[in-house]
């Protein structure tokens, strides 16, 4: 069972990797400037690197809990700024930005839970606490 966390970060994060390094592209800068947001430029690249420092920290378990709290803030303005589904008339445009909506809500609702319980017992930040509080039995068990 100490592993399933391990498993959960793994599959929670290749989503920020990807994002976050497609940011640095002019189309997606493009993209986000023609749905209206403001300073697309600097923006889109800050939300790349928010979704890439919390992306690697999670999945390393690397300082887990600032790590998700930077996929919070990439993840709320993201969903809100690309996908205001109520801003549609189109039926199908409507429908899809409104699944988008809801799955971006739902990943910001695990990145909550990754906020508060941390990386769990096989990552850096176990490991690190261990070492911090001296007790070799936990630093050999967080490593396994």
């Given at each position: 069972?100490?592993?399933?966390?391990?498993?959960?970060?793994?599959?929670?994060?290749?989503?920020?990797?990807?994002?976050?390094?497609?940011?640095?592209?002019?189309?997606?800068?493009?993209?986000?400037?023609?749905?209206?947001?403001?300073?697309?430029?600097?923006?889109?690249?800050?939300?790349?690197?928010?979704?890439?420092?919390?992306?690697?920290?999670?999945?390393?378990g690397y300082k887990a809990r600032w790590g998700?709290?930077?996929?919070?803030?990439?993840?709320?303005?993201?969903?809100?700024?690309?996908?205001?589904?109520?801003?549609?008339?189109?039926?199908?445009?409507?429908?899809?930005?409104?699944?988008?909506?809801?799955?971006?809500?739902?990943?910001?609702?695990?990145?909550?839970?990754?906020?508060?319980?941390?990386?769990?017992?096989?990552?850096?930040?176990?490991?690190?606490?261990?070492?911090?509080?001296?007790?070799?039995?936990?630093?050999?068990?967080?490593?396994?």
């Amino acid at each position: 069972m100490k592993y399933l966390p391990v498993a959960g970060r793994v599959l929670f994060t290749p989503l920020f990797l990807g994002a976050g390094f497609a940011h640095f592209a002019k189309e997606p800068i493009q993209h986000a400037a023609a749905s209206g947001v403001p300073m697309a430029d600097l923006l889109v690249p800050v939300s790349g690197v928010l979704a890439l420092i919390g992306g690697f920290s999670i999945l390393l378990g690397y300082k887990a809990r600032w790590g998700a709290w930077a996929i919070v803030a990439f993840m709320l303005p993201v969903t809100f700024m690309m996908h205001p589904f109520w801003a549609f008339t189109d039926p199908m445009q409507h429908q899809i930005h409104q699944v988008m909506f809801m799955k971006n809500i739902t990943i910001t609702g695990a990145a909550l839970l990754i906020a508060y319980f941390g990386a769990g017992p096989v990552s850096l930040d176990a490991r690190k606490k261990a070492r911090f509080e001296g007790e070799p039995e936990k630093l050999a068990r967080s490593v396994v």
